[in-house]
């Protein structure tokens, strides 16, 4: 199966009311026909926390819809689809053991880039109302990830992606997880090293692996 965008999602903050109100833009509606992907976003796309999101390396959210039904079987939720984990690509075909950082991508007239697996934050919990849903999708491993874009340009759902360029074959979004969010004795400080100088990947997350 080819890799497909088979849904785009953008949003802009706003306020989720409730006991202790938050604001978010986890909430993203389907785009129809085609939309610019530029450097920093897509058009209409914000983020309410650029402490944490945002920025050229988190310029797209992906996750891939393969996972919404183990989603849908672990946890009952049937509106686990597309925009269900705050992304702005869901896609199929694709997922974080056959997606490796530094990869580039066609879609559409854009080009882009992985820089990073996502990581899961409170907010996905608020979300679902599931306090150990970023618990659970770090376990899992089914974490989503990251692109940069390359090169601007008109994106649309429905579209392949066509792999273009492959510079870090050892590093599957999968076992950047892995060697990252290890703990204790299976905590590998030269597993770390190695990963830290692969240079497409975000530079925020080579630090924090140094600092590590």
């Known amino acids: ?27 993203k509606g389907a785009v129809a026909g085609a939309i610019r992907l530029e450097t920093s976003n897509l058009d209409g796309d914000e983020q309410a926390d650029l402490t944490v999101h945002g920025g050229p390396d988190k310029a797209v959210c992906v996750y891939s819809a393969d996972h ?5 079987r672990m946890l009952g939720e049937g509106a686990f689809g597309a925009g269900a984990f705050g992304e702005n690509f869901t896609v199929s075909g694709m997922d974080e053991q056959s997606v490796f950082v530094g990869d580039v991508y066609a879609v559409g007239t854009a080009l882009v880039q992985v820089s990073q ?11 679902w109302n599931r ?3 970023p ?14 874009v390359l090169q601007p340009g008109l994106v649309t759902s429905g ?3 066509s792999l273009s360029e492959r510079p870090c074959p050892d590093w599957s979004i999968a076992r950047v997880n892995e060697v990252s969010y290890a703990t204790g004795r299976h905590k590998d400080a030269g597993a770390r090293r190695a990963l830290a100088a692969c240079a497409p990947l975000a530079r925020p997350w080579r630090d924090w692996l140094l600092r590590g």
Do not use: N
């Open 1 to 27: 199966m080819h890799p497909v965008v088979v849904s785009i999602q953008v949003g802009r903050p706003q306020v989720i009311a409730g006991d202790e109100p938050w604001i978010t833009s986890f909430f």
């Open 68 to 72: 919404f039904p183990e989603w849908r």
């Open 117 to 127: 697996p996502r990581s899961p934050c409170w907010k996905l919990a608020a979300r």
């Open 131 to 133: 306090l150990d849903l």
């Open 135 to 148: 618990r659970l999708v770090l376990k899992s491993g089914r974490t989503g990830w990251y692109f940069r």
């Open 159 to 161: 579209q392949d992606l």
